[in-house]
């Protein structure tokens, strides 16, 4: 089992949709969580950060952690078609010196006008 | 304007011709790290740093050697470059290891 699971899409929505995007994981160390986007060809850019369990909200974007269920998600708000790109998730942990900071796969999001 | 660049952004060469992708960041951050990416597997570490003279392995460090002799660079080096190693390249900075990452804009490497 991959550490950070992540469904590669396509995800296809019509403008002004509310979309969600989705991770497991399976290490209960992870304490960091991260969103990026990631425009095609281009690096991807940090979106969210949350640190445990939670919500966090910034404009039309909401980041979801569940620590519990082992479960992290990513909500868009009236979605708009500049919005299209590969959305990947991140969760870390730091102990004993040693870090670990793992990527799921990425989710491609389509938002069709 | 905080940026981590590498070069070259594109590049087309042969089998076993050495070659070196180059990334700086302008930020102070002390570590930094080699990702490739791949259609259907993602982002894989290749190589990291924690510091100046202080480097380690990743998942898939094959076939590529690193250096970081200052703080604001960490070159990749392909010394013997094969087929299997045509990916898309990001170098990658952070304060700490586990703390979100400025990511490069990609090198897109081909190998013939």
């Known amino acids: 089992q991959k550490e950070v699971e992540q469904d590669p899409g396509p995800l296809s929505v019509p403008e002004g949709a509310i979309v969600s995007l989705n991770c497991t994981y399976s290490n209960s160390a992870f304490q960091y969580f991260m969103w990026y986007r990631q425009y095609s060809r281009k690096g991807p850019e940090l979106l969210m950060y949350t640190y445990s369990s939670g919500n966090k909200e910034d404009g039309r974007f909401t980041a979801q952690v569940d620590k519990s269920s082992k479960y992290i998600s990513l909500f868009i708000r009236d979605s708009q078609p500049s919005d299209s790109a590969t959305y990947l998730c991140a969760c870390a942990y730091s102990g004993a010196g040693s870090y670990q900071l793992t990527f799921g796969k990425g989710t491609k999001l389509s938002v069709i006008p | 304007e905080a940026q981590v660049t590498q070069n070259p952004r594109y590049l087309i060469t042969v089998t076993g011709k050495k070659l070196t992708v180059t990334c700086s960041q302008n930020m102070n951050h002390e570590y930094m790290s080699w990702y490739r990416q791949d259609p259907g597997l993602g982002l894989r570490q290749i190589y990291y740093s924690m510091n100046v003279e202080v480097t380690d392995k990743g998942d898939v460090p094959e076939g590529y050697k690193v250096s970081r002799k200052e703080k604001r660079n960490f070159p990749l080096i392909l010394e013997s470059p094969s087929p299997n190693q045509t990916s898309l390249y990001f170098c990658?900075?952070?304060?700490?290891?586990?703390?979100?990452?400025?990511f490069g804009d990609g090198t897109r490497l081909s190998i013939l």
């Open positions: 990658a900075s952070s304060t700490r290891g586990d703390q979100p990452q400025h």
